[in-house]
């Protein structure tokens, strides 16, 4: 079945440790992005990848880094920068030639501890 | 400044009824909306698109509605089930500028009551 899996599903860090999350996809989509959510509030683009080796940062990049060495796998660093981490993330792809829809992985939930 | 709008936080709407949830968008360059569907602590779900040649796109239940000129979009559920409680987001993208990337709503929680 083809899908977008994100992992760990819940994440601890403590204050001025840098953590990753996990990000891939077996839907040979071109394009990925990371979204951040947080209580009440819609998603915010943190990071995309239109191309392998290629990323742009979105609205919220601070504090955040990203890799896209391969096509399937597209890791979210957030960094000892990142001033208010605890949030819930959202990794997602889209096919850039058909042009379809997004599709979303389950979703991590970072909490400092 | 946001792009994409949602200014019911919730909507209350008892079963069987029509539930109408709104967006407006400021972007002129958006030529493809989509609403997404979403429970909590899970990723959104796709839920229905509509490209700014249409006006109307109509799946099921759920129909969307777009008004070019007011930047406007609506999504229609009826008859509402409470199994379609949850937060719906609307979503927008300039797919021929800026490939796929969405700029989301804020969300609008549906809650259908029994």
């Known amino acids: 079945d083809g899908g977008i899996t994100q992992s760990p599903k819940y994440l601890f860090r403590k204050e001025g440790q840098n953590v990753t999350l996990s990000c891939e996809q077996n839907?040979?989509?071109?394009?990925m992005y990371w979204y951040r959510q947080d209580p009440g509030q819609g998603l915010r683009l943190i990071y995309y990848s239109q191309i392998v080796n290629d990323f742009q940062k979105g609205d919220i990049a601070e504090g955040y880094s990203v890799s896209r060495e391969k096509k399937e796998s597209f890791p979210l660093t957030v960094t000892s920068a990142q001033k208010n981490p605890t949030a819930f993330y959202l990794c997602?792809?889209?096919?850039?030639?058909?042009?379809?829809?997004?599709?979303f992985g389950q979703g991590t939930r970072l909490t400092v501890v | 400044d946001q792009q994409v709008k949602q200014n019911s936080p919730s909507l209350s709407v008892q079963e069987g009824r029509i539930s109408i949830l709104n967006c407006d968008y400021t972007?002129?360059?958006?030529?493809?909306f989509l609403w997404y569907k979403k429970y909590p602590a899970e990723g959104p779900t796709f839920l229905i698109s509509i490209s700014s040649i249409k006006d109307k796109n109509e799946d099921g239940r759920f129909t969307v509605f777009l008004n070019k000129s007011a930047k406007h979009l609506s999504l229609h559920i009826v008859p509402s089930q409470p199994g379609d409680s949850a937060v719906y987001f609307c979503a927008a993208s300039a797919r021929y500028n800026a490939g796929n990337m969405l700029t989301f709503g804020g969300g609008t929680r549906l809650m259908v009551k029994p």
């Open positions: 839907l040979n989509h071109d394009a």
């Open positions: 972007n002129s360059m958006f030529d493809y």
């Open positions: 997602a792809s889209t096919d850039r030639v058909l042009n379809t829809e997004a599709f």
